[in-house]
């Protein structure tokens, strides 16, 4: 398939981290452990919410609601990278490469809106704290939350037909462990112009856009505490949203690098690093980071120890 025969192509191969010969069982069981990490303590942070009241807020529902994307969207990744790991010849039919780029945008996009809709929670949490019931209602949660994933699914669905409506002829080998937007749409040997364009516009409203939104919000949030709180006020304040702000920074941080930068600008090598970091990595650091800097959290991990054990 790969000899540039013309022949309509019917596989992927995922090269993947094919060139770590006898690392790729390091590769394998790291992989493996980290995400056991991040199923485990994303699943705790979804029952705790569920389960105790002092987490029915607002800002428990988004964090349940992106514990959730987390799950999924990992899901999506390292089941399908264990398994290349194990497999000599590490193979993807176009239909199956198209679902994991279907639900990889799909959660990754509603990852992003979450995140925004967090933002907003704590801006108007700090700083309409008077009409913070009427503008955080339930009615106003399920919304943001529904539209995150309807923009999911609607850019998802949109991009990945758009991607695989291209045709694919003789070169068939993606130098990514995952079906990602820019590695297929290279191996097109039709115009990408417009997908290219559409990739463009993909980062730009759901990578800058929410971050410049977050940004603006905890702008908002210093210039109104450093107006009217006290040190100590302030000190709490930064305590509360600390969690939040580092996974925000984590989570574009690192998606930035991976979708942002200059495409030539670093080696294939380098950006599956970046990708594996991003897309496997980052998720694990987020159960920590909620539960180790939010006493709520652990008060409540408390009270569920307490009353099973």
């Given at each position: 398939m790969a000899d540039g025969n013309g022949t309509a192509v019917t596989e992927f191969i995922l090269l993947g981290f094919s060139n770590l010969g006898a690392y790729w069982s390091s590769l394998f069981w790291g992989v493996l452990f980290v995400y056991l990490i991040t199923f485990v303590g994303n699943s705790?942070?979804?029952?705790?919410?569920?389960?105790?009241?002092?987490?029915?807020?607002?800002?428990?529902?988004?964090?349940?609601?992106?514990?959730?994307?987390?799950?999924?969207?990992?899901?999506?990744?390292?089941?399908?990278?264990?398994?290349?790991?194990?497999?000599?010849?590490?193979?993807?039919?176009?239909?199956?490469?198209?679902?994991?780029?279907?639900?990889?945008?799909?959660?990754?996009?509603?990852?992003?809106?979450?995140?925004?809709?967090?933002?907003?929670?704590?801006?108007?949490?700090?700083?309409?704290?008077?009409?913070?019931?009427?503008?955080?209602?339930?009615?106003?949660?399920?919304?943001?939350?529904?539209a995150s994933y309807l923009m999911g699914i609607?850019?998802?669905?949109?991009?990945?037909?758009?991607?695989?409506?291209?045709?694919?002829?003789?070169?068939?080998?993606?130098?990514?462990?995952?079906?990602?937007?820019?590695?297929?749409?290279?191996?097109?040997?039709?115009?990408?112009?417009?997908?290219?364009?559409?990739?463009?516009?993909?980062?730009?409203?759901?990578?800058?856009?929410?971050?410049?939104?977050?940004?603006?919000?905890?702008?908002?949030?210093?210039?109104?505490?450093?107006?009217?709180a006290s040190a100590q006020g302030c000190q709490k304040v930064f305590s509360t949203c600390s969690s939040h702000l580092l996974v925000v920074i984590l989570f574009f941080g690192t998606g930035t690098m991976v979708y942002v930068k200059p495409q030539s600008s670093t080696p294939q090598d380098m950006d599956q690093i970046l990708s594996l970091f991003y897309t496997v990595v980052t998720p694990m650091f987020n159960p920590f980071i909620y539960t180790l800097r939010n006493k709520e959290v652990i008060g409540a991990l408390r009270r569920r120890v307490t009353k099973h054990f």
């Open positions: 705790l942070i979804i029952i705790l919410t569920l389960m105790d009241l002092v987490l029915s807020t607002p800002m428990y529902f988004f964090l349940r609601h992106f514990s959730i994307v987390e799950i999924l969207c990992t899901m999506t990744i390292v089941s399908r990278m264990l398994s290349d790991l194990l497999s000599s010849h590490p193979v993807i039919s176009p239909s199956s490469c198209f679902t994991q780029m279907y639900f990889f945008a799909l959660f990754g996009i509603a990852e992003c809106f979450i995140l925004t809709a967090m933002a907003y929670d704590r801006y108007a949490a700090l700083c309409r704290p008077l009409h913070y019931t009427m503008l955080m209602n339930q009615r106003a949660c399920v919304g943001m939350v529904g609607t850019t998802g669905t949109t991009h990945s037909i758009c991607i695989f409506t291209l045709p694919f002829h003789g070169i068939n080998i993606v130098h990514h462990f995952l079906c990602d937007i820019l590695p297929i749409l290279r191996l097109s040997s039709g115009d990408t112009f417009w997908g290219e364009i559409g990739n463009l516009g993909v980062t730009l409203l759901f990578i800058i856009a929410p971050f410049i939104l977050i940004l603006f919000s905890y702008i908002r949030i210093l210039i109104t505490i450093l107006g009217v």
